[in-house]
């Protein structure tokens, strides 16, 4: 979508919960799947601003291709007042300090790729170097959050892979739907989850969420495996409307999968300090507006 900053009367005021922050493009490795799509980093200046101005009355969520490789974004985390960070870990190779150090800005919980009988085929980062990583995070008095992709080989086996969190101690592992985008695209395409396979999933990640209470192992999946059809709850996708993505460039995306060139639906304005939403923009939230646009082929707009 071609976006027109002069034209302030085809966009709206974005009115929604949740601003997420994508601070960087760069990153310490390349792996297979990765879904950024974007380029550039935030200055320093630019993105304490931006938090200063929404921390107060927004929830602020601060990611990236790894952020943990710009010392100087800490700040603004403290101001956000995140207590997560999401990474791949290597940025603690030869240096577990770091942790002691993202203690004293606020953050409690390390997000990790980890991804099992995957991983290998995702990341270079070697499994073992992770294992032991995960030790150090505990040793050290903070919680891992293990992320892991979930494709048509492995999605059977993830019974195990939470039996492996609640042996190590770890109590939060979160799931991701593979998803056709960034460098993904040039992966197979059968590692795609079929309907089938996805109502196969649910089955299992719902007997997986009795096994274990939740202060003991929280069982998370994202919304990109889009709706369970057998669920109670309500699904609503929030991308767009609740939720929205700035980018290094300061153009406003739905999601953090759909952060790509093309998919802007609107900007963030450096002058006003307002975030602007397209009028053409809408999301009925009945399903995952990345799963049906990057998996299903759907346009966007």
Do not use: W
């Not at 390349?30 to 380029?39: D, G, L, T, V």
């Not at 709706?227 to 300061?250: E, T, W």
């Amino acid at each position: 979508m071609v976006i027109d900053k002069t034209k302030l009367e085809n966009f709206r005021i974005f009115d929604g919960n949740i601003i997420k922050i994508m601070t960087c493009s760069n990153c310490n490795v390349k792996c297979k799947h990765c879904y950024i799509s974007f380029k550039g980093n935030f200055k320093e200046y630019e993105l304490y601003d931006l938090v200063t101005k929404y921390a107060k009355n927004y929830e602020i969520r601060i990611n990236g291709t790894e952020p943990l490789l710009h010392k100087e974004f800490l700040k603004s985390i403290k101001k956000a007042g995140q207590t997560m960070i999401l990474t791949n870990g290597l940025v603690f190779k030869d240096n577990y300090d770091y942790i002691d150090e993202l203690k004293e800005y606020g953050i409690k919980t390390i997000g990790i790729s980890y991804h099992f009988d995957e991983h290998d085929s995702i990341s270079i980062i070697p499994k073992a170097y992770l294992d032991n990583l995960f030790n150090e995070i505990l040793k050290r008095g903070m919680e891992v959050q293990i992320m892991t992709t979930i494709t048509s080989n492995n999605y059977k086996y993830i019974g195990n892979y939470c039996k492996y969190c609640y042996d190590k101690g770890i109590n939060k592992i979160r799931f991701t739907n593979f998803i056709i985008q960034g460098n993904a695209k040039l992966m197979d395409k059968h590692l795609m989850l079929t309907d089938r396979q996805r109502e196969e999933f649910f089955e299992l990640l719902d007997k997986e969420r009795k096994k274990y209470s939740i202060d003991v192992l929280r069982i998370e999946r994202c919304g990109t495996f889009g709706k369970n059809i057998k669920s109670y709850k309500k699904f609503a996708c929030g991308a767009g409307v609740d939720s929205i993505v700035i980018s290094p460039d300061h153009y406003a995306y739905p999601c953090i999968f759909l952060t790509k060139p093309g998919n802007e639906i609107g900007f963030y304005d450096k002058k006003s300090k307002k975030i602007y939403i397209s009028n053409e923009f809408h999301n009925d939230d009945k399903d995952c507006l990345t799963f049906l646009t990057c998996n299903k082929g759907k346009k966007l707009f």
